[in-house]
């Protein structure tokens, strides 16, 4: 088992940038693809990016391609998320998800086992 808390989030204005953390304890870190996921209100919760377990590869959502970078420190046990040029519609809580299974993360919210609670990220007009 493992235990995920994001950090990192806030309000920003259009145009700006955040860095989400999402620290892991637990169950070893190098051993879960890692994902991020946001959800927005009145919206199902949607992939963001991916990571997998040696970092060496990534897949990201249309969305965010070019301006947003995951990456993982497993030495730290922490997972990021580099958000930049910020969009209004990046709005969102903002969820980190361990994968134990697959090796390279997914898509899929199902094929997540654990997730963290989640940090709001807000970008004003």
């Known amino acids: 088992q493992v235990q995920l808390v994001e950090s990192g989030g806030g309000l920003v204005q259009a145009g700006g940038s955040l860095r989400l953390s999402c620290a892991a304890s637990?169950?070893?870190?190098?051993?879960?693809?890692m994902g991020w996921f946001r959800q927005a209100p009145g919206k199902e919760r949607e992939f963001v990016a991916d990571i997998s377990r040696s970092g060496a590869f990534t897949t990201y959502a249309d969305s965010v391609k070019g301006r947003f970078t995951i990456s993982r420190d497993n030495v730290k046990n922490t997972l990021y998320l580099q958000m930049n040029s910020l969009k209004p519609e990046d709005t969102a809580v903002y969820y980190c998800?361990?994968?134990?299974?697959?090796?390279?993360?997914?898509?899929?919210?199902?094929?997540?086992?654990?997730w963290g609670q989640g940090t709001q990220v807000t970008v004003s007009s």
């Open positions: 637990g169950r070893t870190f190098s051993s879960y693809a």
């Open positions: 998800a361990a994968d134990h299974s697959g090796g390279y993360g997914s898509r899929r919210r199902d094929e997540y086992d654990y």
